[in-house]
Nanobody, 127 residues
Framework: VQLQASGGGLVQPGGSLRLSCAGT????????LGWFRQAPGKEREGVSC????????YYTDSVKGRFTISRDNAKNTVYLQMNNLKPEDTAVYYC?????????????????????WGQGTQVTVSS
């Protein structure tokens, strides 16, 4: 499977973006999917994840109420709707697939434990 992330860009504070991560090659229906981000000089941070059916989601505290994760299994795609963006949301956003239980622990794996990674998409929030 290849994951292709898209939708990043430059947006003013308070603006919105929708990230997409599309899988090709095989179905992602059996995988939990998630988004990480990494800002310059900072460690990678887990943002949000969603179960294979979409019934369970998790958000890190800093994005709760502003970001919404969803997935369309028919399109083999996961989305991250980001509203009320802040400068501190500036980062490269990566999608990943892993067969782990959705929750904070989903993000605490070694990079090589995830089944697939996307290439990253830059989000810059600046006036």
């Amino acid at each position: 499977v290849q994951l292709q992330a898209s939708g990043g860009g430059l947006v003013q504070p308070g603006g919105s973006l929708r990230l997409s991560c599309a899988g090709t090659g095989r179905t992602l229906n059996y995988y939990a999917l998630g988004w990480f981000r990494q800002a310059p000089g900072k460690e990678r941070e887990g943002v949000s994840c969603i179960s294979s059916t979409g019934s369970s989601t998790y958000y890190t505290d800093s994005v709760k109420g502003r970001f919404t994760i969803s997935r369309d299994n028919a399109k083999n795609t996961v989305y991250l709707q980001m509203n009320n963006l802040k400068p501190e949301d500036t980062a490269v956003y990566y999608c990943a697939a892993g067969r782990f239980l959705v929750g904070s622990s989903w993000f605490r794996r070694r990079q090589d434990e995830y089944d697939y990674w996307g290439q990253g998409t830059q989000v810059t929030v600046s006036s």
